[in-house]
């Protein structure tokens, strides 16, 4: 029925047409917004008809794509699909396709350039979701530092070059660990396929080094409190469409390589060390929760805020090592939970960024202190960015509320007290979320702050088609649980099939 | 006659040599036909070289279909050099016949290096070079750091003779030969901790030392910045291209032929002086100004990774090694020539800072460079990062498990002064004028890009490295 390579497409038309972007110079803005626009709506359109055609009622991968590449080291152009990277190619080629329309009516210098670089950001994304030898996926992660190391630096704010090699030496630092554990277990193995690292036997010391290693390099790039620190950063001064990529899809792939990665490899040190691992997560939960209450600088409160519920990711996430052999179905649960809060926050996180982009347009200013009283002049966008807010603090009906149920019903099948603090966010989520609504959106404009306008067409669109979604997925989370359902149980049964 | 179908190559370059020093007296105002004489020359030797024939001549001198290939290699590598060169020094005004004369002769050296198969031969090989060298680096005369620079490589460099020619003696003392056949069969037979034992350890490691100092590795790379700063840009491409070809090729031989059996005693020092240069090249760029000191201890550090793998002395380590080489040489190549078509205000691109701003008045030479500081700083999807992957791999290999952590640790610190000058580059405004004076930059960019095309497309440089290593091994074994 498929024969035509749907995921090279993916990954290949997105690179290739955004190469051409980056190196033709003098290509006028219209024709590369076009083209933008043009390809990511494609984009958009294969990765549904790749949704439509994967067969939720199979847990094996579909789509296999694999040819020799390097036949001296046994390493594979392995691609394939599975119910978790069906959902997370939907949510970039998504986000993507909402940063085009988003840019099109912004100003940038050298614009074809900075649409070029996005869309080599979409294929290499696409990449690190589908390709199944270990390799290969470290290629595209770390190739992803590169256009987002570029779009930060030329186009961001005043900081931009503090913040980028932060974030490039951060990032490359996490990913070399990987990349030795990686190899370590390719010698073990004789192959770099991720599945044939399930079927080792692993003695409880390499286990135990390789999960450090994996660790530290998906727990900087999700990220992990302490090791966060680069993030809030790189978002103050990413430009807006910058911000949206990183915060909805980028911390992403820290969560996807956890799930690749350590659950199935590392288990029995997981288990050994899950319970600090929680900890981790409980304390990116409630304390950045704090943090991000402190905070002065819209971008940095949300960027924070992204952390807060990236802790609900990974809590998700390490509750399968806690549960793994008393209660299997919890386990499921959370993982479902972790998958669900991924792509609920990457639309949400999205929709914020978005929002503070449009105020900053209008005000010049980032800080709360400096934006007041918007309501009266925004009132359309002051709706919206309410809503996004309350979805943003976990309200019931938006997609917010479902994977942060999730995971706090299988943490308190758990322990009562870890499921105890991770409802507590709710509370702390609420608390900033609103506070920001209340100062930017409501506050007296004492300053007298003129020069807010209602929104453009094209903003309007993106924020409305995000609402929609944020709902759509709030009231019928039926759609993404039918994809990753049967991926999710099939993998926590093999896990556990692999300890007896 | 069949003698000289044998040395062909070696031949038409010796002979060619004279002949353009006669032409270049009658066409002083016309250089450029003479620089297209030249160029014919290398592509004559070149398609000789890898049409070559295959023998030795009295043991001493080797022709292989393996050394073939490595010539035609360092041919290749020379006419891309002279072409960056040549506009270089027109550009400067410096335009003289001699240096490419001189350079012919650092060429035959390298040429008679890897050829050699004893060790009076490849002593004359390497001063060849060596002597070449030190006229090209004090080729500007105007220039004081150029000529202390020369002085410099000079002395050191004819010590480091001095140390070789002492550790061949000993060798010579104590095994009776200097036909790397013949020593290898002595080495063999030798009886551990005898006298005869020790001594040919003591010669090994002065021969080490020496071979190093001329591969630039610490703790012998004391010269390297200084002659890299002093020296014109196309000299220093010259410097960090075919000399280290040729000497990794005499590592190669050396080491794998001759003193295989004594693989203990010096797998440990070429380890050692591997992670050394690779720690001391990526911490002491960290602080430098100067693009071209930069680019030296960069150099270092990558020395360093050809080292580490060949001091691991296994079959991935060897494959490791040359693919690193080849890969090391190309980026050298690119980053070096990218120097030489930029200038700054009227003179050649020195501080790192002179190229700040370039991405806003010549984007394609900045994404050129993005191309190759992203190679060399190891960087998925180019080449570089293949070359880290496989000298990483064949250490896990080994179980050299704490050694490749600390190397990947060391490739993210290098990672941060690559990422300087694309910072520069990028992100920094620009305060004075830059120029590229050559709008001719096709053989460049197929250079740059390559690192690209070769990254997606690695299994070409891979099955060359181990078509070459299988040549090698089949005929010395």
């Known amino acids: 029925m498929f024969n035509f390579p749907i995921l090279s497409l993916l990954i290949w038309i997105p690179i290739l047409v955004g190469l051409f972007l980056v190196i033709s110079n003098n290509l006028s803005n219209k024709l590369s917004e076009y083209l933008t626009l043009i390809i990511t709506f494609l984009v958009l359109l294969l990765s549904l008809s790749l949704t439509n055609n994967y067969d939720q009622s199979l847990s094996q991968l579909q789509f296999i794509e694999r040819i020799e590449w390097i036949n001296g080291l046994n390493i594979f152009y392995y691609l394939a699909a599975d119910g978790i990277s069906v959902s997370l190619i939907l949510l970039t080629a998504f986000i993507n396709f909402l940063i085009a329309i988003y840019a099109s009516s912004e100003t940038y210098k050298n614009k074809s350039a900075y649409l070029g670089y996005f869309l080599i950001l979409e294929g290499l994304l696409m990449g690190t979701f589908t390709a199944f030898d270990s390799i290969l996926f470290y290629i595209f992660f770390e190739s992803l530092l590169i256009p987002l190391f570029l779009i930060i630096g030329i186009w961001g704010g005043k900081n931009r070059k503090y913040a980028t090699i932060k974030f490039f030496l951060y990032t490359l630092f996490g990913s070399v660990l990987m990349l030795i554990a990686i190899i370590y277990l390719s010698t073990l193995a004789g192959s770099f396929a991720i599945r044939d690292f399930y079927l080792l036997n692993l003695s409880f010391e390499e286990e135990l080094f390789i999960l450090l290693a994996f660790l530290i390099g998906f727990g900087i790039k999700i990220p992990m409190w302490p090791v966060h620190t680069w993030l809030p950063d790189a978002h103050v001064e990413a430009p807006t469409s910058g911000s949206v990529i990183l915060a909805s899809v980028l911390l992403k792939v820290g969560g996807y390589g956890m799930i690749r990665f350590m659950l199935p490899i590392t288990t029995e040190a997981g288990i050994f060390l899950s319970e600090y691992m929680i900890y981790l997560s409980l304390i990116a939960i409630i304390y950045i929760s704090f943090v991000a209450y402190a905070q002065t600088d819209m971008k940095k409160l949300i960027a924070y805020s992204s952390v807060a519920h990236m802790g609900f990711v990974t809590l998700g996430i390490f509750l399968v090592f806690h549960l793994l052999g008393n209660n299997l179905n919890a386990a499921v649960i959370g993982l479902e939970g972790a998958i669900i809060q991924m792509i609920s926050h990457g639309l949400i996180s999205a929709a914020l960024f978005f929002c503070i982009g449009i105020i900053y347009k209008h005000s010049k200013s980032r800080l709360l202190k400096d934006n007041y009283g918007v309501v009266t002049f925004m009132p359309l966008f002051s709706f919206l960015m309410l809503f996004f807010l309350m979805a943003n603090s976990g309200l019931p009906g938006t997609s917010g509320f479902v994977g942060e149920f999730l995971v706090i019903t299988s943490a308190l099948g758990s322990n009562i007290i870890i499921g105890f603090l991770a409802a507590i966010s709710l509370l702390l989520s609420a608390s900033y979320s609103l506070k920001l609504g209340k100062n930017v959106l409501f506050g007296e404009n004492t300053q007298n702050i003129q020069g807010y306008k209602e929104c453009t067409i094209n903003e309007k669109f993106v924020l409305g088609v995000l609402v929609i979604f944020i709902l759509y997925l709030g009231l019928t989370p039926d759609y993404l649980f039918k994809i990753i359902d049967h991926t999710t149980i099939n993998l926590i049964d093999s896990i556990n099939l692999g300890r007896t | ?477």
């Not at chain 2, 960090?240 to 004594?262: E, R």
């Not at chain 2, 490791?320 to 070096?336: D, E, G, M, Q």
């Open chain 2, 1 to 477: 006659m069949i003698f000289n179908l044998l040395f062909i190559p070696e031949i038409i370059l010796s002979i060619g040599v004279m002949i353009i020093i006669v032409i270049d007296l009658f066409l002083q105002s016309h250089k450029g036909i003479t620089f297209k004489f030249i160029q014919l020359l290398l592509l004559l030797s070149g398609y000789y070289s890898i049409n070559g024939q295959v023998s030795s001549i009295y043991q001493s001198y080797e022709l292989s279909e393996f050394l073939n290939v490595i010539k035609f290699i360092l041919l290749f590598g020379s006419f891309i050099i002279f072409h960056y060169t040549y506009k270089h020094l027109k550009y400067l005004n410096n335009l003289k016949i001699e240096y490419f004369t001189i350079s012919i002769l650092g060429l035959i050296g390298t040429m008679i290096m890897i050829s050699a198969n004893s060790m009076l031969m490849l002593y004359l090989g390497i001063e060849l070079l060596s002597l070449s060298l030190y006229a090209l680096i004090g080729f500007n005369k105007n220039s004081s750091l150029s000529s202390e620079a020369a002085i410099k490589y000079y002395v050191l460099g004819a010590m480091s003779s001095g140390i070789l020619l002492f550790g061949i003696s000993l060798i010579y003392g104590f095994t009776g030969s200097i036909i790397y056949s013949d020593i290898a069969e002595v080495i063999n037979a030798t009886e551990m901790n005898s006298v005869e034992y020790f001594g040919i350890i003591f010669g090994i490691v002065f021969i080490t030392a020496s071979l190093c100092f001329k591969f630039g590795a610490a703790p012998f790379h004391m010269w390297v910045p200084d002659i890299y700063q002093g020296s014109l840009v196309s000299t220093t491409t010259l410097l960090s291209t075919l000399p280290k070809i040729a000497v990794f090729i005499v590592f190669l031989k050396l080491y794998y032929i001759p003193f295989i059996s004594m693989k203990s005693m010096w797998s440990d020092i070429l380890l050692f002086v591997g992670m050394l240069s690779i720690v001391i090249g990526s911490i002491f760029a960290l602080t430098q100004t100067n693009i071209k000191r930069l680019l030296a201890y960069s150099a270092i550090s990558n020395i360093g990774f050809i080292i580490l793998a060949l001091g691991i002395v296994s079959n991935e380590g060897i494959q490791a090694s040359l693919y690193y080489t080849i890969v090391y040489s190309l980026t050298a190549l690119a980053s070096f020539g990218i120097i030489t078509h930029i200038t700054c205000n009227s003179h050649g691109i020195e501080k790192i800072s002179d190229l700040s701003g370039l991405s806003q008045t010549h984007p394609y030479y900045a994404i050129l460079i993005l191309i190759t500081m992203l190679s060399s700083a190891g960087i998925p999807p180019m080449i570089g990062f293949h070359a880290k992957l496989i000298v990483i791999t064949a250490l896990i290999d080994s179980s050299y498990i704490i050694l490749s952590v600390i190397v990947v640790i060391m490739t993210v610190i290098s990672a941060y002064y690559y990422l300087k000058i694309i910072k520069t580059i990028y992100f920094d405004s620009r305060e004075d004028l830059i120029s590229v004076y050559s709008n001719d930059s096709l053989i460049l960019s197929l250079n740059s890009i390559s690192l690209l095309i070769l990254g997606i497309f690695p299994y070409y440089l891979f099955d060359l490295s181990s078509y070459l290593i299988g040549l090698l091994f089949a005929i010395s074994f």
